[in-house]
């Protein structure tokens, strides 16, 4: 199995900023991308940022030059570096990755979510 593990998420100021980490664990033997989605209270699930194992990203509109993704692949880790936070930017923020596992098949995990709260 693969778990992944989120921290980072809290109560900020409006302007602030906060990291978010997901630690990825498990009988992996490749990951091809990983990212963060959000959902705020009544809203739809969203996309925020995404990664692939070569590096390219890509970010929802309303973060981008704001929020930046990277990952550390020797520890299977990815961050969300979010700054210039907003209170639109409140909601449950869920990691996500897309793995090779040992066995060779390819599934699709996510955190249990991180609360992040931006208050004006």
């Known amino acids: 199995q693969v778990q992944l593990v989120e921290s980072g998420g809290g109560l900020v100021q409006a302007g602030g900023s906060l990291r978010l980490s997901c630690a990825a664990s498990g009988s992996i033997f490749s990951i091809n991308f990983m990212g963060w989605y959000r959902q705020a209270p009544g809203k739809q699930r969203e996309l925020v940022a995404i990664?692939?194992?070569?590096?390219?990203?890509n970010y929802a509109d309303t973060v981008k030059g704001r929020f930046t993704i990277s990952t550390d692949n020797a520890k299977n880790t990815v961050y969300l570096q979010m700054s210039s936070l907003k209170p639109e930017d409140t909601a449950v923020y869920y990691c996500?990755?897309?793995?090779?596992?040992?066995?060779?098949?390819?599934?699709?995990?996510w955190g249990q979510g991180t609360q992040v709260t931006v208050s004006s």
């Open positions: 996500n990755a897309d793995v090779r596992r040992t066995s060779g098949l390819i599934s699709r995990y």
């Open positions: 990664i692939t194992s070569g590096g390219s990203t």
